[in-house]
């Protein structure tokens, strides 16, 4: 791939070049290996989007809220990517990639940039080069990075190391306060959004807001959030109510963040857990190597075979590892 060329046509706002370079970063190829790190080290990161991570349980209506609110944004002039994240096969390692069927009217807006990937077996709701998306999304001048996970639980949080806001879908009658005081991504969320607030199950939707609300009351006060944060709010994708209210609270809470400090701090912290993650999964791939490679299935031979213990096992390829 010709970088001299591609990195100004990405950074001119080109369509089809930000598209052959997410194709770039996520191929698994050495030698695109080399030429995507090449790449993000000439976009650098001078520019900034507003990153929002978008999360919740299959069928609460995600990618149905992001085209009602992408629409809104685009429609105030906004720049708007989505990269949306399909759950691969575990069978055949396949994804559906539908996510543009699903936001028709929003892939026809010549604002608006979508691009699904395969988790690849990726844990945490995002796919593995999902970070470096966002960078090339950054780099061509989008102002709003819309990350849709795949429908996680409770305990999947990988998103809200991506972005600056992290935003939690909920379904109506999904459940009661106790729910919501549970650890794991209700912990993580900066704004809860009771979605289908609409037609007969409206009522269920305030019910379920207010159940939220009394938890979130109780969660213990995070630094980086004003008075009145995280929040729970009722909105209808289908009828396009309450999403221009959500939006002025990401905007409020964003700002806030920026002016108190926490906007950079957090981007740096983030910076630092892609670093690790990326160090950790480099030491991984030194067991898929000779002579490694080779010790690691003779440990697991005899692991299957019943002659010693996983643990035993374990110890023994890491003493190894130590004496390379």
């Known amino acids: 791939m010709d970088l001299a ?3 100004p046509s990405l950074q001119s706002g080109d369509r089809r070049s930000l598209a052959r370079a997410i194709t770039l970063v996520e191929s698994a190829r050495a030698d695109h290996r080399a030429q995507a790190l090449e790449l993000l080290q000439a976009l650098g990161s001078t520019k900034q989007a507003l990153r929002i991570g978008l999360s919740g349980t299959p069928g609460v209506g995600k990618s ?8 809104m944004l685009t429609g105030q002039g906004k720049r708007v990517a989505v990269l949306a994240v399909d759950p691969s096969s575990a069978r055949s390692g ?13 892939s026809r807006d010549p604002l608006a940039f979508i691009r699904p990937s395969p ?26 990075i819309l990350i849709e996970t795949v429908g996680v639980g409770q305990s999947e949080t990988v998103v809200a190391e991506l972005c600056d ?73 289908l009828e396009d109510a309450g999403l221009g209210l959500a939006w002025t609270e990401m ?14 701090t957090r981007r740096g912290q983030q910076a630092q857990h892609w670093f690790k993650e990326e160090l950790r999964r480099g030491l991984l791939a030194v067991l898929d190597v000779e ?10 031979a005899a692991v299957a075979a019943g002659t010693t213990t996983p643990e035993a096992a374990a110890r023994q390829i890491l003493t190894l590892l130590h004496k390379l």
Not at 94 to 106: A, F, P, Y
Request: charged letters at 25%.
């Open 119 to 144: 988790s690849q077996a990726q844990m945490g709701g995002v796919a593995r080069r999902t970070r470096e998306a966002v960078a090339l999304c950054e780099a061509a001048g989008f102002d709003i």
């Open 291 to 300: 002579p490694t490679k080779g010790l690691v299935a003779a440990q697991g």
């Open 5 to 7: 060329h591609l990195v």
């Open 94 to 106: 396949g994804s559906i990639l539908g996510d543009k069927t699903r936001m028709e009217r929003l």
């Open 64 to 71: 149905t809220f992001i085209e009602s609110f992408g629409l």
């Open 165 to 237: 806001l992290f935003i939690l879908l909920l379904a109506p009658a999904g459940g009661d306060e106790l729910q919501g005081v549970k650890r794991g991504i209700m912990e993580m969320a900066d704004l809860i959004l009771v979605n289908k607030a609409d037609g007969d199950l409206k009522p269920a939707a305030m019910r379920t807001c207010a159940d939220y609300a009394g938890a979130l009351r109780l969660l213990r006060k995070r630094p980086q959030d004003p008075p009145g944060y995280p929040k729970a709010m009722t909105v209808s994708a």
């Open 251 to 264: 905007q409020t809470l964003a700002e806030w963040r920026r002016v108190q400090g926490h906007w950079q």
